[in-house]
């Protein structure tokens, strides 16, 4: 079971594409401003290559943890892994294997279970590792939960493309 790479590298254009909506002055731009304690001399004083650059990168890493997150079926490779004849072809755990995976292999590979649990990931991981620093930075809730949604939209939007299409 290969996933498909390039699926990855579209998947990370998600955030982006969500967040230049997101992030918009008619949208929530204004807002997240105000929240952020940000203003238009800070945003024109930023290297914008480098941040979409390494931006991209990071999520990019995101779309890949996704993967292992929204296709179950990555699990029963690491579970199988130190028996004895895996990867050897013809082997009794190969044959297993490869059974299993012709039955089962396609079961939950839809955009709606991958949003699914990217949502859950956005909720129950994102969003409190968001909501510690900005505690720790001094940040309101409105700064919390607009970035908070922000990575729970994107992260569901990635999890589906993740798990029905790599």
Known sequence: MTPNFLIFLAAALVPM???SIW???KVLGTAWMKAADMDEEKIKGANMALIFGLAYVFSVLIAITLYSMTVHQVHLYSILVEEAGFGE?????????TGFMD???QNFRTFKHGA???ALSGIFFALPVLGVNALFERKGWKYILLNGGYWIVSLAL?????CAFA
């Open 17 to 19: 594409v969500v967040g």
């Open 23 to 25: 992030y918009n002055p």
């Open 89 to 97: 072809e013809g082997s009794e755990v190969m044959k297993m294997l």
């Open 103 to 105: 039955q089962y292999g």
């Open 116 to 118: 699914f649990h990217g």
């Open 158 to 162: 990635m999890g589906g493309v993740v």
